[in-house]
Structures are given as structure tokens and as C-alpha cells.
């Protein structure tokens, strides 16, 4: 069965009444389930996640974007998170017998509808982008809903779908493909934070580690000890077993241990099998050896 | 969802006719999947496995008793695998949602319908044994089918179900409950076949290791190295990590390094999730968090 996961954010994190409108346009599209979603009354923003098979989510996708067009005035919006649009980025994620390049292709026609059925701006993102400065979402998104008011009427701000001119109360729409993500924590024995940030230096691809990972140095107020928190964006580039390695081997630089790690949320089977065929050394392992995937 | 296996071994391995009808009987069942069978000519016998909720298999379980009743003459039967009869051994495993003690109960109500309903002596094993000598097949299965005719009208004999002598065709039946075996295979990067024959004696239960291991250490012709080939046959117990960090520990004191493990046939997620967060050192984690858990 292919399985395409979506997480569609909308700028709406404080009226309980719309976040749930929105999702029940969601929950009404047959062969789709909602796994997740949560709202940050500060953000002002929802974070939604649900899958099914890739026709079903692309619908349960525009149906985002159309209630939320209905239900939310962007001229009213404050929020502290950076948004260009009431459904302000709506990423299809591959998740099982379903590659990147048909997510690519799916994220394009939903685009297309989107601008073009709804009058709506809409920018393509991360593998769906159109040009290399559009891959980067802050990129896409610099300016945000009132900035972009303007800029999109110049050339290099050209939507890619609907009209160059921002939506009256919805803005614009960014609309991708990506890999899943694993939001992932490693723990030290250590209360000095400036050894976590250090770690996360090393490893993030912003200060010249891997492209693909995104880390902080923390310092956990429970436990008084310094964590490495990291968001693993494309495990089959740079895996979970060569993150926990690579920061074991900084961290011992220091004389300090890993302690343990935590994976927050949902993981895709895959990026734990991963990591037991590493330590494991397995040979010709292949995922439908795994009983449950028979099922 | 409740998942359970059956792996059912019968006293036919040459005739495909007899073979495909038993099985045919099995996909009669709705709710019922066939993962797997293999019939082996020297043995005579065939191992089939399928997967379905507990009744379903429950189910199935009796039809492969009664169709092999039917269709296989014990007095005619020859082969090297120990056997006692035509359905020879019925093990029904817990996979998902299921609890062993409640294998161990459909397992009895398998046997009590086997033995009531077909009049084939039952004998219960491992988990779902009534005695301590009857935890191990290879006791319950001693003497053969040509032994047992005598040896069930002793008391130390006595079926758990069914009449306390032969069935005329059938013999009888040995049915259990037990957890999912791995078959888990460490290759070695040397060429002499007594080291990890030595290795094989320190992990395995017959030899003072790991009871629920057992380990053959072989000479891979293919390849010219040796290799340590193991059951998992409880990883709960015993997981395919520690066996592997004991294999490692122990080549490493002659110097010989592990290059690889080989999983053969299926092996249930949650074994190698397990390796995944001894490796990473996860806290905290749940199957639940796998995304194909939630679909």
C-alpha cells in the first residue's frame, strides 16, 4: 500500500473552534487518518500530521487550505513563528512503496490546485522546488505575510501556481515534498551546556557538518544535564546510528558520556531498522524479512 | 489487532498434491494469511507458516490437523526428521496485541478440540505445557511414532487431550505455544571452523550459556569462513544485541573479528527495534512511536 504523510502548519493556535473545523475537513476525506496535531497558543499555530494513500492526502490537503482560507484572516494574525498564509506550509512526506519523485509530482498538482481553484499563491519547496533558492523555507518564507505583500509582485517572488498577488485574507502557501523527520535527543553526563552547543556545532550542517541535521546545545532545567537535540532531516543521508556515533566521539573529546537518547514523537520503522543492520553488521537484510510487514 | 502465528510442521514433504490440499485448507480460512511453507524431501515433511487473528488461526490450526488426518498414513510414512505424526507439531506464537498466556490458552483449546473432535492423542509443549517434562519437544517426541504406539498407554505417556492410544493413521499431535524464533546467523573472518564451534558452546544452553540459545558452530563453503548459526529463540530473553556483543566478545579473544550477521526468513519488528535502542541507548521508547504501528 503507498502511504504519503502530510503535515500541513496553520496560522491558527489559540481559537480551539477553527483547529478543530479545519481537522474535521480533514477527518471528512475517506482513507485518511489523523495521527497528531498540536497547537501553540504563542506561535498561534497548529501543527497537523496525517496519512493515507497519496490521492486521498493531496484532498485532505487542499481542504486544509481552503478552510483554513475560510476560517482565518491573515490581517488579523500575530504569532511569534514566521508565516506567509493561513495554511502556511503543507509538506508531503514519502512513508511506505511511494518515492520522493511521486510525492514531488503530488506536491506539484496540489499546488496547482490550490492557486488555481482557490486563488492562492503558492510556493514550491524543498525537493518540489522550481528554482535551488526556493529549496530553503525560511528563504521562501523571508519578509513573511506582510512582507511578501509587496515582494511577490516582483519577478524573483513569482509564485509558482495562482496569482502574483497575495490572497486577501489567506496570503500564500508553501507547498513541498521532504524527507520524514526524526526529531532525536542525546543526553550527556555532563551540566556544562557549552559541551552540548559544541557537539551540535560539530555535527549541524549550518556551522560545516552534515547538510541534513539541524542541532542545539540545551541545558535540561529536570535534570540539570546538557542535551544535544537534533532533527535528523533525511535519515537515509545521515542516520540515526552515525549521529549517535559521531556526537559519542565528540562528546569524548571531553571525557563525557552519552547517557541515552530519546526519539520525540513518530519515527518511520525504517530509521530504526537502520540502525540495528549498523551495530548488528547485517548482511542482505531486506525490510520484507520483517514479519509485520507482511501483514 | 491481535496477530498470532502458526507455524505448523506435517508429516509430508514429497507428495505436492497431499502438500498444496493441506494448505489449500489453511486459505479456506478467512482472516487467515500464508506467509511461508517449505517441504524438504529427505524429511518428508513440510513447515508451514500463516498469520490471522487468534480464532481465525485457532481455526486453521484444526483444519491442517484434520486434512493431514486424512490425506497422510502414518504407517506409511519415512524420513529423517523425528516425528510422531501426521500433523506432527502446531505452535502457535504471540505477535502483536497478544500476550503468551493467551497462546497458551488458545493452544489448549486447539488441543482439546484435536483431541475430542478428531480422536488424535494430543500433547502439549513448551509454554503450554502441563508438566516440566513436556516444556521440551524433543522429550514429548522421543520414541517417534513407531515408540509412542506402546509407550502412550503408560501413565508417564498419557495425552493431555484424546484417546491415551494412537490415532491409526494420524499418530498424534504435539501442540504448543512459545515465542517467535530468529534464526540468526555471525560470520567470522577466519577460516577455522573450531573457533566458532567454541563460540557456538559458549552462548548456547546446552552447554552452560544462554538457555534460550541454541548454536552450531559451521564452515560456510561458499565463502571458506566460519560461521556461529544460531536460534534466537527468545528474544525478550535473550536479544539478538547481547548475542551479538558475546559472539564479538568472544571471537575478539582469538583475535577474530565478526564481519557480518545474516537474518534468515522473518524476524518480528520489535527484535530488532530492540537492537536499535540498546545501540542508541533509548529511554523512554515506545512501539507505539513507529509510524507503521499507527496506520
Known amino acids: ?39 501553540d497558543p504563542s506561535h498561534n499555530r497548529t501543527v497537523l500530521t496525517f496519512v493515507g494513500e497519496p490521492m486521498a492526502v493531496k484532498e485532505a490537503a487542499f481542504r486544509v487550505a481552503e478552510k483554513a482560507a475560510e476560517l482565518i484572516d491573515m490581517e488579523q494574525h500575530q504569532g511569534e513563528h514566521p508565516r506567509i498564509g493561513a495554511a502556511d506550509v503543507i509538506p508531503l512526506i514519502p512513508i511506505s512503496g511511494v518515492s520522493m519523485e511521486e510525492c514531488v509530482e503530488l506536491a506539484r498538482e496540489l499546488g496547482r490546485d490550490i492557486g488555481e481553484k482557490l486563488g492562492i499563491p503558492v510556493y514550491l519547496y524543498e525537493e518540489a522546488a522550481t528554482r535551488p533558492d526556493r529549496k530553503n523555507l525560511a528563504h521562501v518564507r523571508r519578509g513573511e505575510y506582510e512582507g511578501l505583500k509587496e515582494a511577490i509582485k516582483t519577478p524573483e517572488r513569482q509564485p509558482d501556481f495562482g496569482p502574483a498577488q497575495m490572497h486577501p485574507k489567506a496570503g500564500a502557501v508553501a507547498v513541498g515534498a521532504r524527507p520524514p523527520l526524526v526529531a532525536y535527543n542525546i543526553n550527556l553526563d555532563t551540566d556544562k551546556v557549552e559541551i552540548a552547543k559544541a557537539i551540535a556545532r560539530s555535527i549541524r550542517g549550518s556551522s560545516g557538518g552534515y547538510p541534513s541535521i539541524k542541532a542545539l546545545g540545551v541545558l535540561i532545567e529536570e535534570t540539570g544535564k546538557a542535551q544535544v ?52 553488521r547485517l548482511e542482505g537484510f531486506q525490510l520484507e524479512q520483517v514479519l509485520e510487514k507482511r501483514l
Request: net charge negative.
Open 1 to 39: 500500500m503507498k502511504i504519503v504523510e502530510c503535515v500541513p502548519n496553520f496560522s491558527e493556535g489559540r481559537r480551539k473552534d477553527v483547529i478543530e473545523k479545519i481537522i474535521d475537513a480533514v477527518r471528512a476525506v475517506e482513507g485518511v487518518k489523523v495521527l497528531d496535531y498540536s497547537s
Open 229 to 280: 537535540t537534533i532533527n535528523v532531516c533525511n535519515y537515509k543521508e545521515v542516520s540515526l546510528a552515525r549521529v549517535f556515533e559521531t556526537v559519542k566521539s565528540e562528546a569524548g573529546r571531553y571525557g563525557v558520556n552519552i547517557t541515552g537518547s530519546e526519539i520525540v514523537g513518530l519515527v518511520p520503522m525504517e530509521a530504526l531498522l537502520d540502525a540495528a543492520a549498523f551495530y548488528l
